[in-house]
């Protein structure tokens, strides 16, 4: 099969290896889209290699048809359209998916939809729902809100009713974000969040979604509420903070918590697909929620669309179409 082969130089080219084959509890898909993630960039510069055991090739989510399922796989069928998770090996005609981490490509979904989706609104759901224990009417800060896992957390956080505050870079990211819902959406470059929130959010934010951490995690202390949720998922801006005033922590009973999706177990990923489709999936079904995609590339212009990403130009997803 074709896939994407990553040359000493980090360029992305196609190359020829063999196809996978499946354990029991697996299915072989032909990929038709594929859904680029940060990710993909750091596992490309050699910093962030895949789970022990999983495949090399880049990728950790895919859309496309079953060709093949395990003997376990007993609710699931070749020629079913889905989408789903994957630890690795994505940039590839062919992937190998856990028959707990796929969806059933909804109907008025397209293979570019689902290869935008499941990533992100799984960090998002897993972020406010599992860790934070978001409920209905709280005030949720939601950084990068124009990335994708920030586009999905805004619906997320919406549809259960909350109040919504987001930071972005430009005024064009912003309009994406209040059309997606915001209540109030923070230029970083043009107004300072924290005094911001000091004058329009007194209270503080119940729960707080950050991808920059660094410096920012002091910030975010300074605006939580009492009982706040603070949950980390990357660290565009650092990976060490200023010192932490514990003090502070210890006065809002602060929780501070780091996650990263990709390494959990695959009982865990199994559950958190499951409890994502009995709270949500029925509103991806109706559209009510759905994944924003800034550009669909051909697979064979991966580089043109990392560039977009490592550039932060890009409003939601970036996918890959494989012809």
Known sequence: MKYLHVNKESFLHLSEIEKPTIAMDECLIKVHAIGINRADLLQKAGKYPPPKGESDILGLEVSGEIVECGAQCKHW???SKVFGLVAGGGYAEYVV????????LPLNFTFEQGAATAEVFLTAYQSLFQIAGLKPNSSVLIHAGASGVGTAAIQLAKATDCNVVTTISNNVKAKACAD??????????????????????????????DVVAGS???KNISVANVDCHIVVLSMLGGRYSEPIDFAKMLSKRISLTASTLRNRSNAYKDDLVADFKSAFNSLLI???IFP???QTFHW????????IMESNLNIGKLVLSVS
Do not use: R
């Open 180 to 209: 997606l819902g915001a209540d109030h959406v923070i230029n970083y470059n043009e107004v300072d969040f924290v005094q911001w929130s000091k004058e329009h959010k007194p209270k503080g934010y119940d729960v707080i979604i």
């Open 216 to 218: 920012q995690v002091t």
């Open 286 to 288: 109706e559209q009510k």
């Open 292 to 294: 924003v995609i800034h």
């Open 300 to 307: 064979e212009d991966v580089n043109e669309a990392h560039n």
């Open 97 to 104: 998916i856990k028959q707990g981490q796929m969806f059933l």
């Open 77 to 79: 069928k070749v020629g």
